[in-house]
């Protein structure tokens, strides 16, 4: 079995780091995971130290940086990236073992924190994209990571896309994993509405598609320093 390592950044999530790691600690293969708490003024690394040994203080605020960082102190072969408030399924490590010995990279399924009729919603569109696409949770293998440099450090939001993007342009495969979940947080919805965010969302992808410079310079820089630099 290929060891796993869990990358985690994190960004003052003192309320939701330690639901995520101890719903992660629930699969039952062995793993090591890493908490990169970059620019936090919070209990967020002092919550991490209670479950590994692996957690670190930057102040890069760039996303990208952080998970690279991440990388840098893992020793796994095989790479799975997850957001520090995002909750995992107790096979989800074990799904990834399997699929990684058949495909380059995946991601899975997602499952509506609220299961409102929006939060479903927004879990059906995020499962939608994650069908040919990763998103921010996903697993890769580190002989391709390093291939492909690892993120874009000069993006600091849409790092994750771009990754998959240059996976596929050296015919990597892929592969959604229906038989596992994530249930990411919906609380940037909740705050600022989900309508808002749905349509911001759309607006924001298609910047991304057709001008990719203005959304690196203007739309990812101004997402970060609203503090919300871990959710597309």
């Known amino acids: 079995m290929k060891k796993i390592s869990v ?3 994190a960004h003052n999530e003192e309320e939701y780091i330690r639901k995520t790691i101890e719903m992660l600690n629930k699969n039952t293969i062995p793993f090591e995971f890493i908490v990169v708490c ?3 003024t919070d209990k967020t690394k002092e919550i991490s130290t209670q479950y590994t040994s692996l957690a670190f203080d930057v102040d890069f605020m760039n996303v990208s940086k952080v998970r690279n960082f991440g990388f840098s102190k893992s020793s796994g072969e095989i790479l799975v990236f997850l957001d520090a408030d995002t909750i995992v399924s107790d096979n989800y490590l074990s799904e990834i073992s399997k699929m990684s010995e058949i495909y380059d990279m995946g991601c899975a399924k997602s ?6 009729f929006l939060g479903r919603y927004v879990a059906w569109l995020n499962s939608f994209y994650g069908k040919e696409n990763i998103g921010g949770n996903f697993f890769i293998n580190k002989n391709l990571f390093q291939k ?3 993120f874009n450090e000069e993006m600091k939001r849409g790092e994750d896309t771009d990754l998959g993007e240059r996976a596929r342009g050296l015919g990597t495969s892929y592969v959604y994993m229906e038989n ?3 249930i990411p947080s919906e609380r940037r919805f909740r705050e600022n509405g989900y309508l808002n965010m749905i349509i911001k969302s759309t607006i924001w992808g298609l910047f991304y598609k057709y001008f ?3 959304y690196n310079k203007n739309i990812g820089n101004r997402f970060y320093e609203n503090k919300s630099w871990n959710k597309k």
Not at 111 to 116: H, I, Q, R, Y
């Open 7 to 9: 990358i985690i950044p």
């Open 38 to 40: 970059d620019s936090c």
């Open 111 to 116: 499952l509506s924190e609220g299961k409102t």
């Open 148 to 150: 492909l440099g690892g």
């Open 180 to 182: 596992c979940f994530i």
């Open 212 to 214: 990719r410079n203005y």
